[in-house]
């Protein structure tokens, strides 16, 4: 079943409070509250790209597919959709590395946007 789940985009990017995130960023009161909960079926284009927009991520980021009966082969499109339980905490990961090591981060950050 394929499903939105945006509490894995909005940890990855280091959102901790996504509402007043979304409010900011000028979207409805209801829409905000919606995304907040992960109780999104349905989302206009409009919106999508605008949130894409706003958190700098790509559709699939807020996309997610777990199986259900179907079968299909290993090599199908829609297993890059599949996600594990964990959700990233960059912040916190990177909060706990030596100061050595965040330069190496740094330096790695910084070959890959030349």
């Known amino acids: 079943m394929l499903r939105y789940n945006f509490t894995r985009i909005f940890k990855a990017k280091a959102i901790d409070r996504p509402f007043t995130f979304l409010r900011k960023a000028g979207f409805s009161e ?4 919606k995304v907040k909960n992960n109780r999104v079926n349905r989302l206009n284009l409009d919106l999508l790209e605008r949130l894409c927009v706003r958190i ?3 559709p699939n980021d807020f996309m997610e597919w777990t199986p259900s009966n179907l ?4 090599n199908h499109p829609l297993n890059e959709l599949r996600r594990t339980e964990k959700v990233f905490d960059l912040t916190r990961e990177l909060n706990s590395l030596p100061l050595s090591t965040l330069e190496e981060v740094e330096q790695l950050i910084k070959s890959r946007q030349e």
């Open 56 to 58: 700098g991520c790509t």
């Open 30 to 33: 209801s829409f905000a509250s």
């Open 71 to 74: 079968s299909i082969p290993a």
